[in-house]
């Protein structure tokens, strides 16, 4: 028996700004998130029907657990079914595969999808340990490498096979605090140079801190309706045409090869077959730049490019709003901010406004129509690859 | 646009044995439950299109998030997309609920739920002190109070409002580690009796130790088809006629009785008019009695009796599994044990043991046809009701 599905639409987004929120807890960010996506739909709180939260590590950060029940009960939504996923940084790409299948199949006709982490006042242990916990614990965690360790690994092998240059690894964080200084809710909102990277402090050679995103904290939301109704909550209503999700091996040492992440090509090649479209179809990009080397790499395997040509896209201006392949128009997760369980959520609500025509001047990308996010977990053992269109 | 969906079959059940596991770790105890499932239902690793994961907190307790991932990789299922959901002790329910949809709707064809938690190796702070990451937080945790703290005092109001008697409050108790003396995957398969109980240390006024479950480590799989394909797997297709959640305040104090859990009332209306049943038709329950007190309230809220009335149940043996009210067939979290993410799976993996009619003997509810789970998070923020059958 093949079921049919309906097609599903965004139909409502919010986003707090990312940064240090030290007054604000996880509750609060979420309602900030959520009342500013249910204002944007123009609906109230108990039409919502079902709950999907992604969030990475409550219970490290905060020390809670039972996160999305929570959410509801703070929202005033109970009875209202509550659900968290979590998929470490991919936790948000999963939550709004989760809402999308739940509205596709018929299950719910409005469904509210957030992303969520609080990770400044740290609860117990570092951010960095508790990060960790995307790793495989057993096998790299416990014997003391950090993500960026992971990341610097994978730089160097890459730079060795390829020939990447420093200072085009650099060119990658320069372009998203360009970005960034025309988003307000970003966590960076300052330029700098090629020098600034190259000069800034060494955390795990060849990585320096402005080649790492920030440990931040915030909040997105979005809301889900079939898209027959979609016109009863917006003029402009977003269409997800396929959103795909694969999985990859926890450990770097268990890949063929460390300059690749397969989860990510996987993902890609069904969410394109899945849309019926190709590379060329896509007009803005958000990809999952936990560190520079990451945006590189995430360009070749989502096929944007060839393997091994990722650094030569930024010798000249191609990547940045008004180049031929817009990437991390927000500032990505390197200037945005990165509150690990909220990215995936936010990277949608970035596309959405893009293919809404309302970023700020300066980053939005003109007459942008199609739109792909690729939120990755860990150093690749979870990829959500999702591609949104303007409706008509 | 009303979309048809499927019916829903359970075709293959595994479980490890619930208790102290010094020497197997998160990934070895989902791979036994895991490959269990598969040998039951006669199928391969790569058969299964998606892997959702229960687990409530591994970051606590081992260091670990990124759960399902880690258990699609370890098991050798990479790309197939792995989901991990959390709720609390009722991560277990939520899982399988996730997995119904997505293949009731017709997403997948064969999807494998597991649930899972590791909770004697403590990583970081002690066990009580993760598991209080299911409460509010900020507003319960930070304060000090315990889970046998919160349902103390949910105990102590009940025998205030309706008499109920500590020597009743310990039957519960007697009764599940009589089942779980019949089941040798149980945590304790030792038979006690009202004054062990009565005797026992004191925990939190009135509760003693042996009214609480205790801190176990293991997992539960189970594998799920569309009704119309059970039979290339099973002989005996248990069907999933209901399967609802609701939510609660997770706050006690934000009650307006705490002598009920109006989410549990909620889940079941819901699953007993899905399923076009009366609490009559159940022949077998599962319920979450993380303490014996939670045992009578939820099969008060559940409808199987009048509220105030549960403790007269344990004065004969209706309860027992040769009784007209089996309840806990297994020994129940007090006696099976709580590995709190797999406990709503596990109570699954029970069901369909009783009415595929495979448990043991001294357990088997003699030719039980339907039944009923109930799988309780936090002190009732969360809660999943699902009703199974027998195929015909």
Redesign the interface.
Known sequence: ??????DVAIVGIGSTSFGEHWET?L?ELVAEAGFAAADDAGIRGKDIELVVVGN?????F?????????M??HLG????????????CASGG?ALR?GY??V????YDLVAVGGVEKMTDIY??GAT??L???????WE??FGTTFAGIYALIAQRYMHEYGLTREQLAKVAVKNHYHASFNPLAHFQNRIKVEDVLTSRLVADPLRLLDCSPISDGAACVLLA?A?DARKYTDTPIIIEAT???????SLF?RKNICTI??TT??ANQAFKDAGMSRKDIDVIEVHDCFTISEILSLEDLGFCEKGKGGKLYDDGQTYSDGDLPVNTDGGLKASGHPVGATGVKQIVELVKQLRGEAEKGRQVKGAEIGLAHNL??SG??VVVTILRRGD
């Open positions: 028996m093949v079921l049919k599905k309906r807890g509750k990475m590590s409550g219970g490290r905060v020390g809670q657990e039972h996160v999305a029940a929570l509801a009960d939504l109970n009875p209202t079914p509550a659900v968290r996923v979590e998929a470490a999963v989760e299948m739940a596709a199949s018929g299950f117990g242990s340990s508790a960790a916990g995307a790793m495989d614990f057993e965690a416990y079939p027959e795909k999700q694969a999985s990859g091996t926890l268990m397969e989860a996987e993902a977990g860990g053992a979870t």
